[in-house]
């Protein structure tokens, strides 16, 4: 196994804005642009002076999840890692694995040490990972355009890789319900990137089929279109109680007519499908009266139902992670980055650590809440 240490610092800085709700915000940015401005990471970083100034609350009501003592830190950085994406916990192995799509490689941090070691290379261009109930890491592969599990012999197991007998764009992202049923997205990008050298496509945002939403049923192994109404669904996640489905929409990379937002969806229960699709949230944001919008990407739902969702493609001031409030998807919270965020999910001991892949680095900070859901 391959060691990395943390090498060369990111050239980004980080500085609030005027964010949302300016009459409340005013003096929170203030005091935290002054901190944050100039800020680095690493081991030879300046320590941070509690409470963790890009921790920003924008509402009351995230003041309570906000804790103290924890600052944010990078746990991994690289010059190597080009983009690190789909970050998921496995509890009783205690560590983190996540990818980096381009290099073709998986990684893991382990808790106990903090060490970081290649998992899997190649690993056929995954983008997301989950682990289901059993424990086993499911992945979401670009380069084969298959959803597949990985066993407790090693060995991999392709659950899904065509509909309709056409094959998939390149899963994105997934969740595992308590049924043993993988819901997953397929938005495209897998299909539009240039891997390995090779054209990626003939430049059709719909490299083989529509952009959807779907289900693996556990039972038969049959897999379910579940919904089409979106551009591109990326990340995407259930509420605490496994009533609703978040996803998050990129469909403005591609698509003039796409918002930027996070969608949800009512799950029928007794026929696992989804219905009443419509925003939840809006990744607009007022930036020094100017609406700005990136874009979210990996979102996960704490035991709350607040959703906690990677931001990006903006600059200072947005860039990290946006926290909603699960009744009228207002925006409550921030966690600012030096970096595009792609990802987050909750992990550690007790759950309560929310991990961040950002572009070539891993963050981490505690809160004062725990994930809904195990991975």
Same mark, same amino acid.
Request: hydrophobic share 35%; charged share 20%; glycine share 12%.
């Given at each position: 196994?391959?060691y990395?240490?943390?090498d060369?610092q990111p050239?980004?800085?980080?500085?609030n @804005?005027?964010?949302?709700?300016r009459?409340?915000?005013?003096?929170t940015?203030a @005091?935290?642009?002054s901190?944050?401005?100039?800020?680095?990471?690493?081991p030879?970083?300046?320590?941070?002076?509690?409470?963790e100034p890009d921790v920003?609350?924008?509402?009351?009501?995230?003041?309570?999840? $906000?804790?103290?003592?924890? &600052?944010i830190l990078?746990?991994?950085?690289s010059?190597k890692?080009?983009?690190?994406?789909?970050?998921a916990w496995?509890?009783?192995?205690?560590?983190?694995?996540?990818?980096? +799509?381009?290099?073709?490689?998986?990684?893991?941090?382990i808790?106990?040490?903090g060490h970081v070691?290649?998992m899997r290379?190649?690993?056929?261009?995954?983008?997301?990972n989950?682990?289901?109930?059993?424990g086993?890491?499911i992945?979401?592969?670009?380069l084969? *355009?298959?959803?597949? *599990?990985?066993?407790y012999?090693?060995s991999?197991?392709?659950?899904?890789?065509?509909y309709n007998?056409?094959s998939?764009?390149g &899963?994105n992202?997934?969740?595992?319900?308590?049924?043993?049923?993988?819901?997953?997205?397929?938005p495209g990008?897998g299909?539009?990137?240039?891997?390995?050298?090779r054209?990626?496509?003939?430049?059709?945002?719909? &490299?083989?089929? $529509?952009?959807?939403i779907?289900?693996?049923d556990?039972? @038969?192994?049959?897999?379910?279109q579940?919904?089409?109404?979106?551009f591109?669904p990326?990340?995407l996640?259930?509420?605490p109680d496994?009533?609703?489905?978040?996803?998050?929409?990129?469909?403005?990379?591609?698509?003039?007519?796409? &918002?930027?937002n996070?969608?949800?969806?009512?799950?029928v229960?007794n026929?696992n499908?989804l219905?009443?699709?419509?925003?939840?949230a809006?990744?607009?944001l007022?930036?020094d009266?100017?609406?700005?919008?990136?874009f979210a990407?990996g979102?996960?739902?704490?035991?709350?139902?607040?959703?906690?969702?990677?931001?990006?493609?903006?600059?200072?001031?947005?860039?990290?992670?946006?926290?909603?409030e699960?009744?009228?998807?207002q925006r +409550?919270?921030?966690?600012?980055?030096?970096?595009?965020?792609?990802?987050v999910?909750?992990?550690g001991?007790?759950r309560?650590r929310?991990?961040?892949?950002?572009?070539?680095s891993?963050?981490?900070?505690?809160?004062?809440?725990?994930?809904?859901?195990?991975?």
């Open positions: 196994m391959n990395f240490a943390p060369e050239t980004g800085h980080l500085s @804005t005027e964010l949302g709700r009459s409340f915000l005013t003096a940015v @005091t935290a642009a901190v944050a401005l100039g800020r680095e990471y690493g030879n970083a300046a320590p941070v002076r509690y409470p920003v609350v924008l509402d009351e009501r995230f003041a309570g999840y $906000k804790l103290g003592n924890s &600052p990078r746990l991994f950085h010059k890692m080009l983009w690190a994406e789909g970050p496995n509890g009783s192995g205690r560590y983190l694995v996540w990818s980096d +799509i381009p290099n073709n490689v998986q990684y893991r941090w808790e106990d040490d070691s290649i290379h190649p690993s056929n261009n995954s983008n997301g989950t682990f289901d109930f059993r086993r890491q992945s979401f592969e670009h084969t *355009r298959s959803v597949v *599990r990985y066993e012999d090693g991999r197991t392709v659950l899904a890789d065509t007998g056409k998939f764009n &899963p992202d997934g969740a595992v319900h308590p049924n043993g049923d993988i819901w997953f997205t397929d990008y299909g539009l990137m240039n891997y390995e050298g054209r990626a496509s003939t430049g059709s945002p719909q &490299p083989y089929q $529509k952009e959807a779907y289900r693996i556990s039972k @038969t192994g049959r897999v379910f579940v919904a089409d109404d979106i591109k990326n990340g996640c259930f509420s496994y009533k609703k489905l978040y996803v998050a929409e990129t469909g403005a990379s591609h698509y003039k007519d796409a &918002p930027h996070i969608k949800v969806w009512d799950v229960e026929d499908k219905s009443n699709g419509r925003e939840f809006s990744m607009m007022d930036m009266g100017e609406m700005k919008g990136g990407d979102i996960r739902a704490d035991e709350d139902g607040n959703v906690w969702a990677s931001a990006g493609w903006v600059g200072n001031g947005y860039d990290g992670v946006h926290i909603f699960p009744e009228g998807g +409550i919270g921030q966690i600012l980055l030096p970096e595009i965020c792609s990802n999910c909750f992990g001991t007790k309560n929310l991990f961040m892949t950002g572009s070539s891993l963050y981490a900070v505690y809160v004062e809440t725990r994930g809904a859901h195990i991975t």
